[in-house]
C-alpha cells in the first residue's frame, strides 16, 4: 500500500530534550516536506526536500533541522525543543512535475513540557 | 514571501445548497494552488487543484476558479451533502515551496 508513514504518533517530552520525528514513504517521491499545524493559523512548511542531500528552508525553520540521506526517509529533528514547538507535525511527499499532490502521514502530537 | 489569506473561517450551510471559500494571495509567481479537506483527527487530503494557466476545473460537486489578475481563487461546492463538513485549506506554490491558509471549517447541516 502506497503510504507516508511518521513515528512517533504522540510524543510528550521536557524543554531542551532533543527529539526525532521519523518520516518514510514508499511511493518512490522526489519530494518530502514537514508541516507544523496550529489552530487558526492552518499549515505551516518548515522544510523541505528535493532529493537526497537537498533541502531548504519553509516558512518556519527556526528550531527545526531536517536530513536527507535516502529517498525514502526525511526525519526531522528537534535539538532543543522549547514549549513553543507543541504541535501537530504533518510529514508529507509528492512525485513533482505535474503531479503536485501532496500525500500527507498521519501525524505527530508533541508536547513540550 | 507569500501570503495566504481564506475567508470565511467557518461556514454553515444547509443540506443541498452550495458552498464557497475563497482565498486570496499575494505572490504573482505562485503557479499552482491546491484545495485540501481534513476531517476531524485525520489527515489533509487533497480535493482539487489548478494550476496557473486554466482559469476553473471541474470535478463533480466540486470546483475551482481561478483569478490571476485579482489574485485570488475560490472552491465551490454544489449540492452539499453531511459528509462534506470537515476543515478546507487553500494553498498557493510556486515550486516547492506551499503556503497555506488558515482553514475554513465547513458545517452542513441536515
Known amino acids: 500500500e502506497a503510504q507516508v508513514t511518521q513515528n512517533p504518533r504522540y510524543l510528550i517530552t521536557v524543554t531542551g530534550k532533543k527529539l526525532t520525528v521519523t518520516c518514510s514513504q514508499n511511493?518512490?517521491?522526489?519530494?518530502m516536506s514537514w508541516y507544523r499545524q496550529d489552530p487558526g493559523l492552518g499549515l505551516r512548511q518548515i522544510y523541505y526536500?528535493?532529493?537526497?542531500?537537498?533541502?531548504d528552508k519553509g516558512d518556519v525553520p527556526e528550531g527545526y533541522k531536517v536530513s536527507r540521506k535516502e529517498k525514502r526517509n526525511f526525519p526531522l529533528i528537534l535539538e532543543s525543543p522549547s514549549p513553543n514547538q507543541t504541535s501537530l507535525y504533518f510529514c508529507?511527499?509528492?512525485?513533482?512535475?505535474?503531479?503536485?499532490?501532496?500525500?500527507f502521514g498521519p501525524g505527530t502530537r508533541l508536547t513540550v513540557l | 514571501g507569500e501570503n495566504v489569506e481564506q475567508h470565511p473561517s467557518t461556514l454553515s450551510v444547509q443540506e443541498g445548497d452550495s458552498a464557497v471559500i475563497k482565498c486570496t494571495y499575494s505572490?504573482?509567481?505562485?503557479?499552482?494552488f491546491p484545495w485540501y479537506k481534513q476531517e476531524l483527527g485525520k489527515r489533509p487530503q487533497l480535493i482539487i487543484d489548478?494550476?496557473?494557466?486554466?482559469g476553473e476545473k471541474k470535478d463533480q460537486r466540486i470546483a475551482v476558479t481561478l483569478n490571476k489578475t485579482a489574485k485570488h481563487f475560490s472552491l465551490h461546492i454544489t449540492e452539499t451533502q453531511p459528509e462534506d463538513s470537515a476543515v478546507y485549506f487553500c494553498?498557493?506554490?510556486?515550486?516547492?515551496?506551499?503556503?497555506f491558509g488558515p482553514g475554513t471549517r465547513l458545517s452542513v447541516l441536515p
Open positions: 489548478i494550476r496557473s494557466n486554466v
Open positions: 511511493m518512490n517521491h522526489e519530494y
Open positions: 508529507a511527499s509528492n512525485l513533482g512535475g505535474a503531479y503536485n499532490e501532496q500525500f
Open positions: 505572490d504573482s509567481a505562485s503557479n499552482y
Open positions: 526536500s528535493m532529493n537526497v542531500e537537498v533541502t
Open positions: 494553498a498557493a506554490s510556486k515550486g516547492q515551496n506551499f503556503v
